[in-house]
């Protein structure tokens, strides 16, 4: 039943990732305190880990710069899947290419931006709530 539904929060996940999708990525603050902020997820390999794009003048790599843990949330009536772990800062030019999507080409001129880059988040744990059922565990 666990491996089901897991599998189960991996396609939510699926269905929730690039431009129409989104969820809460929560990180600690440069004094502390947790922050959760709305963002798209670019690409996701189940629950195991999701990229986002960002910016490297974003408070986010700030944030994760000075502490790498962190917490994704995908929510609705029907699900909540929360999942926490670490997440680290990419860079390199072949990550950005493969992470990109057309709805970034709002806040960057392409791939080759410098300003561009790729947070990857890897899980530990999960807590999911699907089909009205809990599984709690960590891979």
Known sequence: MNQEIISRAGEI???????????????????????????????????????????????????????NRASVCFNSAEYNITLAGTIEILTAPDVKKEMWYGGLTNHFSGPDDPNYCVLKFKTESYNLLVDWQEVRGTL
């Open 13 to 67: 996940v699926a269905q929730n990732t690039g431009e129409s999708g989104y969820c809460a990525l929560a990180l600690i603050d440069l004094d502390g305190y947790p922050t959760a902020s709305t963002i798209s997820a670019a690409k996701a390999d189940g629950i195991k880990w999701l990229t986002f794009c960002t910016g490297l003048g974003s408070p986010k790599v700030d944030r994760i710069k000075k502490c």
